[in-house]
């Protein structure tokens, strides 16, 4: 028996149209549509792709923040995290840095910038933290 049904509404955002000439083409936003997606089903992503996470994670406990944005001091660029939570793990309130990553080829210096987005993310909210790259 069904427990309850969430609905899932594709936002206007996610996808946009193109003109090429006189043909018109739908693109779509796969990295806002991957948000979407997590932000809407957390519980049941955490429950099926991280389920030694999501047995510590208490459910309903989970709020998305705004978008959180880094800057690198020393080349002045400017990052957004992808998707930024605070909820209730192990019994105490834990930050998560949700990254999607859709790349074909090893980028040298993801793994730094990870880094730097999850420092940045202990300074500010002062938690401890988790991250999930997708």
Sequence with gaps: MLQHI???KLSHHATTRREVGTRHFMTI???RLFKELI???FDE?????????????E?????FLDKEI??????GES???DLVAIGRFRGEETCFLIHIEAQANR??????????????LHEKHGLPGRRVIL
Excluded: V
């Excluded at 880094?70 to 080349?75: A, K, M, P, V």
């Excluded at 980028?107 to 940045?120: L, S």
């Design 45 to 57: 992503f955490m429950a099926l792709f991280l389920p030694e996470i999501n047995d510590w994670l």
């Design 39 to 41: 932000t809407t089903f």
């Design 59 to 63: 459910i309903g406990s989970i709020a």
């Design 6 to 8: 969430k609905y899932f």
């Design 79 to 81: 990052h957004e995290a």
């Design 70 to 75: 880094f800057t690198d001091i020393l080349d």
């Design 107 to 120: 980028q040298a210096c993801f793994a730094k910038r990870m880094f730097k987005y999850f420092a940045r």
């Design 29 to 31: 936003d796969h990295d």
